[in-house]
Nanobody, 124 residues
Framework: QVHLVESGGGLVQAGGSLRLSCAAS????????MGWFRQAPGKEREFVTRISRSGGTTYYADSVKGRFTISRDNAKNTAYLQMNSLKLEDTAVYYCAADSSVTLSKVPGRWDYWGQGTQVTVSS
C-alpha cells in the first residue's frame, strides 16, 4: 500500500500561484510514477500531469502546459505541483496519484493509489 496525502490547496486570485505537495508513505516511493489529476464540480476526473520514477520525464495536459510544473524529491517521498498563472477554469479538487506502470496512462482507473484531494479555488 502507498498512502498519499496532499496539501497546499486554497483560494487564490486569477493569475496567482499555488504549490501543492503530495507526501507518500508505505512502499518505496521511487518505484512509482506520480501524477496529479483534478475534478471540477459536475465533471469527470481529468489528467493534469505525470512524472516518471526518476523524475526525468514529465507529461502535461495541454490545458496546463507552460503554467504548471510537476517535480518530485525521492529522498523526501514527496511530489509537488507548482501552479502559476492560475485561471478560473483551474478551480477543482486536485488529487495526487501513484502508478506502478512504466507507461503513461491518463485514465484514472489505471492508477494504483490516490490521495484524498485538496481544493484549489481560483477567484476573479
Amino acid at each position: 500500500q502507498v498512502h498519499l496525502v496532499e496539501s497546499g490547496g486554497g483560494l487564490v486570485q486569477a493569475g496567482g500561484s499555488l504549490r501543492l505537495s503530495c507526501a507518500a508513505s508505505g512502499r518505496t516511493f521511487s518505484n512509482y510514477a506520480m501524477g496529479w489529476f483534478r475534478q471540477a464540480p459536475g465533471k469527470e476526473r481529468e489528467f493534469v500531469t505525470r512524472i516518471s520514477r526518476s523524475g526525468g520525464t514529465t507529461y502535461y495536459a495541454d490545458s496546463v502546459k507552460g503554467r504548471f510544473t510537476i517535480s518530485r524529491d525521492n529522498a523526501k517521498n514527496t511530489a509537488y505541483l507548482q501552479m502559476n498563472s492560475l485561471k478560473l477554469e483551474d478551480t477543482a479538487v486536485y488529487y495526487c496519484a501513484a502508478d506502478s506502470s512504466v507507461t503513461l496512462s491518463k485514465v484514472p482507473g489505471r492508477w494504483d493509489y490516490w490521495g484524498q484531494g485538496t481544493q484549489v479555488t481560483v477567484s476573479s
